[in-house]
């Protein structure tokens, strides 16, 4: 049974940062794309940023891009998404997600992950 549990969020003032953790547990973490979305109040969940199997990929939403980075450990069996210089538009719960394609390709979509997190909430204020 694969779990992912998220930590990190909080409340921070605009332009401050936050380090946001997702602990992975249930098989092998090091196989697996893994990847960030989030939802804001009324809105749909969207995509924020994914990393292949080995790190060495990775790709993100325009919106995050040059301020969100996305890295694993894969000795930890953790995924980490460090945000810097945060916008109020950047509140939401974020979610951590993984598939089940074994070494498999990144994905941007959705609706290419099959497990997700509980989510931890961000707030950003102005």
């Known amino acids: 049974q694969v779990q992912l549990v998220e930590s990190g969020g909080g409340l921070v003032q605009a332009g401050g940062s936050l380090r946001l953790s997702c602990a992975a547990s249930?098989?092998?973490?090091?196989?697996?794309?893994m990847a960030w979305f989030r939802q804001a109040p009324g809105q749909e969940r969207e995509f924020v940023t994914t990393?292949?199997?080995?790190?060495?990929?990775?790709y993100y939403a325009d919106s995050v891009k040059g301020r969100f980075t996305i890295s694993r450990d894969n000795a930890k069996n953790t995924l980490y998404l460090q945000m810097n210089n945060l916008e109020p538009e950047d509140t939401a719960v974020y979610y951590c997600?993984?598939?089940?394609?074994?070494?498999?390709?990144?994905?941007?979509?959705?609706?290419?992950?099959?497990?997700w997190g509980q989510g931890t909430q961000v707030t950003v204020s102005s």
């Open positions: 990393i292949s199997w080995s790190g060495g990929t990775t």
């Open positions: 997600a993984t598939n089940s394609r074994r070494w498999g390709e990144p994905y941007k979509t959705e609706r290419a992950y099959d497990y």
């Open positions: 249930g098989r092998t973490f090091s196989a697996y794309v």
